[in-house]
């Protein structure tokens, strides 16, 4: 019976997503039409049982007229724990038009990290105002939370957790876990702590399984290592998880007394987080989410551009030095965006790797050396095979052997100045304690950009002088 | 006692990482002499109780001699699961070092995805010799999951996990993990299986724990909706993870038979992996690792170079058409780059948040039109804001108000073309079932720098011959 459940459960699963892990549009519009009918019975029936990564899904395939409307129509039985999963601009829209006291309500449905990841985005008078609406433990666990910093462990926490006495038995505490309704939904350490909450040690809940019901929770527990400092920066704190492939850890205040537990499930968010932030900054883009405005993703993107503006314009004031040898040979405007631009994508390949190495932790004071050495070899490789065709087609598309060895050479050095700037723009911003991600590229192709001008039209220069031309 | 065990433990923790979170120099030339003096004692006393992970960083802070010297001094009491946490030029230099009869003895310590992720990268002749030397059941599980494709969930699940039949009490369930000791370190979850091992269900360790001794484990179980196929793609596996919040899901064969247990873990070495190949890809990068050789490095980053000097020539013929304009007005050389340099970095952004929001499904059918729409009036609403600083800049350069009002014109253009091309490139190769981040960049720099240089040159030919020049 239980294996027909499970067949019946993915098929359901099946029915919402399609082969392209997308929600199926025939699902979205059944959804939809329910909502224009305000068909309460078919919506409960429909989205009552979606997991909440599921009706995020849903909520983002909604217009946003149909959201606001289905938020409304399913009252109670809508599960807020959604609201952690869609983006931001969507979580604030649909927010934004609820009562305080109806956000409040079910607020205290959630555990204490969804309740805070909605409500540190709300302004000030309306945190306040729900807060207030709370029991007085739930407010002042979730206040407590929400007073920590931005990005910290402390605001990831949960702080619902299972500890227990030392002194207790394995019997006691299993017992206790039997009884007790209040306990989180879901936890794989109960953690053992002194009367004043100081954090003794943890143990797995495998090992309290394992143990006999007589042995003392002293004896099997073990030392906290990776507590957590509730004011530990999130990307730390997943540094720690992924490091020591941890399932949860506690976390303390700065008298070392157990505040909350960070989970797993919250790390990987985190995780993901810093890896999109690391992607969008090396594309040249700020904190952008996908439902911004045309004007919030305008003002992301302009202070890049302006640099770029910057940039540019050194690079065209080095060409119009030369001004006399492109009149003099107009074949070199043509050819000379192509030194930059194969500098520009050999100094981008280096730099991704570094700034990703050093993202990482990978490369360090101990390989930086040999990583150094490795991509100025890289770079006379692939600039002597890159140089050796370019010069022969420049050669023979102008039918001038001269100006193909021209062009070759100053690729040459271009790719050379594109392997050292893309590994030591990035090592020395992270030496200065800049993120290499957000401003390694802009440096690292205006380095290419001028060297590539320089080295050809001087080269060029020279060679028409000799009277080659 | 516990509480001073837990300081001496972060003391220690302290001692081999700086404040930078890199190895520190002392710890590791304190290591290295106690290498140079085959110092076995001290090697074992400092090294012994390192975490597999902290091992893999000393490992990779050493020379490579030292390396090889410290696995053959430690002998049995080196933790081979460190070598999971390394490079694989690294991993494959210890362990081509080692004799195979070594490795055997070494990998039947390990669980069975640590000892799968270590052999999987040795030649078949190797793996077939270090196969031979293990006990038949231990030989049989890693040849199952060496089976398995690369990359798939086969590959990755741990084949240690507790099952028991849906007809045991929770008393029996408890008993039983009390008394067998061959269960894996570390699990969350029991599985629930029929005599054939096909997957009923499982319970949480929580719930276990919770549960009266003489509850039937079927009454206690939840249905498995996310078993998941040996051969799914890791990655596919991983977004399970994810959406899902899970901490370990059933692997199944084909026939729905229970084969191994993926665990949250390796997971998030998945996901850190995935971001890392897209970040690496939209660089310009195949699959490349900090120890690789010149040769490899090379290998991985010629093919991009080679289709951006084609590309390249591609924007230099668009040139070649102005020459006679170029002739007649040398400043338009100096100023074409600036137009097309921006328009590339644009699209760039475009191209960057697009390939991302693919990447986690963000960006779909309900919401593609309204992004391209949106992606259209940043690049006009940026667009107008670069092309009146450009041409204002432009126009008082050269003394020449209509230069300005060229290139400011040709500036939006470009702009526009970089929206279209940065969203509508990624989006065609994603439905043509090609990964957007190997290949979006290059096309999208190719349009920004066709259409910026033909855009400015036909322009300038246009006014030029207006009589304007």
């Given at each position: 019976?239980?294996v ?37 019975l ?19 395939a909604?217009?946003?007229d149909q ?10 039985d ?43 985005d ?12 709370l ?30 006495p ?27 702590i ?24 002293e004896?099997i ?16 704190a ?7 492939d941890?399932l ?35 594309g ?15 003002r ?10 910057c940039?540019?314009?050194l ?6 030095l ?14 000379m ?14 730099m991704?790797v570094?700034v ?15 990583v150094i050495?490795?991509?100025v ?53 992270d ?30 220069t ?8």
């Open positions: 019976m239980q027909e459940g499970q067949h019946q459960d993915d098929q359901f699963h099946a029915d919402i997503y399609g082969e392209d892990g997308v929600i199926r549009a025939a699902f979205v519009a059944h959804i939809g039409a329910a909502i224009a009918d305000r068909d309460t078919t919506l409960k029936h429909e989205v009552g049982d979606l997991h909440q990564s599921e009706l995020g899904d849903l909520l983002e909604l217009l946003p959201r606001r409307a289905l938020v409304d129509l399913l009252g109670t809508f599960d807020f724990s959604a609201l952690t999963e869609v983006d931001e601009a969507i979580r604030l829209d649909i927010v934004d038009n609820l009562p305080n006291a109806q956000i409040a309500q079910a607020v205290q449905e959630l555990d204490s990290d969804d309740a805070v990841y909605i409500l540190e709300l302004d000030q008078e309306d945190q306040d105002e729900i807060l207030s609406q029991p007085f433990t739930e407010r002042i666990r979730l206040r407590r939370a929400l007073d920590y910093p931005e990005e910290s462990a402390g605001r990831r926490m949960q702080t619902e957790f299972v500890a227990v030392p002194f207790w038995t394995v019997g006691q505490t299993i017992d206790y876990m039997r009884d007790d309704t209040d306990l989180p939904d879901r936890f794989s350490e109960i953690f053992v002194d009367p004043t909450f100081k954090l003794l040690g943890a143990i797995g809940l495998d090992q309290v399984l394992r143990a006999k019901r007589a042995v003392k929770v004896e527990m073990h030392e906290t290592r990776h507590a957590i400092p509730a004011t530990m920066d999130q990307e730390e997943a540094r720690e998880f992924e490091q020591y941890l949860s850890a506690a976390v303390v205040d700065e008298n070392e007394r157990l505040v909350g537990v960070l989970t797993i499930d919250d790390v990987v968010d985190v995780i993901q987080q810093e890896a999109e932030e690391d992607l969008l900054r090396m040249g883009v700020g904190d952008e989410e996908l439902s911004d405005t045309v004007a919030a993703t305008s992301s993107r302009v202070p890049w551009l302006l640099v770029n503006l940039t540019a314009f690079s065209a004031s080095v060409i119009s030369f001004g006399a040898t492109i009149e003099e040979m107009v074949a070199l405007a043509a050819l965006p192509i030194v930059a631009s194969l500098g520009g994508n050999a100094g981008t390949q280096t991704t570094t990703r190495a050093l993202a990482t932790r990978d490369l360090d004071i101990y390989n930086a050396g040999r050495r490795r991509e070899l890289v770079g006379l490789l692939n600039g002597a095979i890159i140089a050796t065709l370019l010069g022969l087609v420049a050669g023979l598309w102008f039918h001038n052997i001269d100006l193909g060895l021209v062009i070759a050479a100053a690729m040459i050095v271009n790719m050379l100045a594109a392997s050292l700037g893309g590994i030591l723009i990035p090592l020395f911003l030496k200065l304690g800049a993120d290499p991600a957000i401003s390694s590229s802009i440096f690292t192709t205006m380095i290419t950009d001028v060297i590539g001008f320089l080295a050809f039209l001087s080269f060029a020279w060679w028409l002088h000799l009277g080659g031309g």
